[in-house]
């Protein structure tokens, strides 16, 4: 595997369901971000995670709770969502250095959910 | 506070034909800018980025954007579209460039044949 890998590709799930998201990523980076995707909508960012600390959650609602067990795994795990979270999540991971200004954020292909 | 706005959320141009996808840009500080492409199914892939070198900045698969601080825009351009160029493409931009992306609403790019 290369890159930043997604599973599942596509989830359905009713809204009393509990799910989880996995991404995982081979780059050596230790930098990890959850993205929401909807249609005519900005990217979102979720949450950050900086060498497996939470640095980021952009007011999210607490039925999505994110997980970095360490620097190359992301999860995000969804219990009693809303037809509203349907939308393709994204996972993205980045090299944080002190020689560079930027570093690019590579997004694995995401995961298609719907909620039911 | 920083934004992005795309104008045009689909643009159609004919194979050969000049591709212009516009991004204008709000930062309180100089900002750095993205350009990103996703293909259907498939996640985000950087095309370029401005990071305050060179305003006129190159990037892959024939594509080039100019950083223009009067207009605080960021252009994309390509001189002449290709079928492969078909997807959706996000302009963005950080303050921090680091961890802070903010992404416009994308503009979707058909190519006629």
Request: proline share 6%.
């Amino acid at each position: 595997e290369t890159g930043v890998t997604q599973t599942p590709r596509h989830l359905v799930m009713g809204m009393t369901n509990k799910k989880s998201l996995k991404c995982e990523q081979h780059l050596g980076h230790n930098a990890m971000y959850w993205y929401k995707q909807s249609a005519k909508k900005p990217l979102e960012l979720m949450f950050v995670y900086n060498f497996k600390e939470q640095t980021e959650n952009n007011s999210v609602p607490s039925r999505f709770s994110p997980e970095c067990p360490n620097s190359s795994h992301l999860f995000l795990h969804l219990h009693t969502l809303q037809p509203e979270d349907s939308a393709l999540y994204l996972c993205a991971s980045s090299h944080l250095g002190l020689a560079e200004p930027y570093n690019e954020q590579f997004f694995g292909p995401g995961t298609r959910l719907t909620v039911l | 506070a920083q934004s992005v706005t795309q104008l045009g959320s689909h643009v159609s141009v004919s194979e050969g034909a000049l591709v212009l996808l516009r991004c204008n840009y709000s930062s309180s500080v100089p900002p750095y800018l993205f350009w990103y492409v996703q293909y259907p199914n498939q996640g985000l892939q950087l095309l370029l980025k401005y990071t305050s070198a060179a305003t006129l900045v190159k990037g892959i698969n024939g594509f080039e954007a100019e950083f223009k601080k009067s207009e605080t825009s960021f252009h994309l351009t390509k001189p002449s579209a290709h079928m492969s160029d078909a997807a959706e493409y996000f302009c963005a931009v950080s303050e921090d460039g680091a961890n802070n992306l903010f992404f416009g609403t994308g503009t979707r790019l058909t190519v006629i044949p």
